[in-house]
Nanobody, 122 residues
Framework: QVQLVESGGGLVQAGGSLRLSCAAS?????MGWFRQRPGKEREFVAA????????YYADSVKERFTISRNNAQNTVYLQMNSLKPEDTAAYYC??????????????????WGQGTQVTVSA
């Protein structure tokens, strides 16, 4: 069973930055970040492939968020800049072996972290 441990959430003012981290118990996995805003369904934020490290982003976070990974430490990061109040959500790290339903689909991920809250004040 793969375990994912997230950290780095918190409260920040609009325009500020936060970096989320997710430590995985295995290295050879595609990794992703999803978020769930109050009253909304969970949505894709960003993903990165296991070997080439190719990143993918939701349109709403492109140019503001950067996903990266350190394979030596089995850790993936989400650098979030220019944060907006609408970025307020619980952020979840996810891992999967294959993008069977696409990198943007929660169905492609077999393992999930417990979530970390990000709150952006206006």
């Amino acid at each position: 069973q793969v375990q994912l441990v997230e950290s780095g959430g918190g409260l920040v003012q609009a325009g500020g930055s936060l970096r989320l981290s997710c430590a995985a118990s295995e290295r050879t996995l595609n990794m992703g970040w999803f978020r769930q805003r109050p009253g909304k369904e969970r949505e894709f934020v960003a993903a990165i492939t296991r070997s080439a490290g190719t990143p993918y982003y939701a349109d709403s976070v492109k140019e503001r968020f950067t996903i990266s990974r350190n394979n030596a430490q089995n850790t993936v990061y989400l650098q979030m800049n220019s944060l907006k109040p609408e970025d307020t959500a619980a952020y979840y790290c996810a891992a999967g072996r294959y993008f069977t339903s696409g990198y943007y689909s929660a169905m492609s991920y077999n393992y999930w972290g417990q979530g970390t809250q990000v709150t952006v004040s206006a």
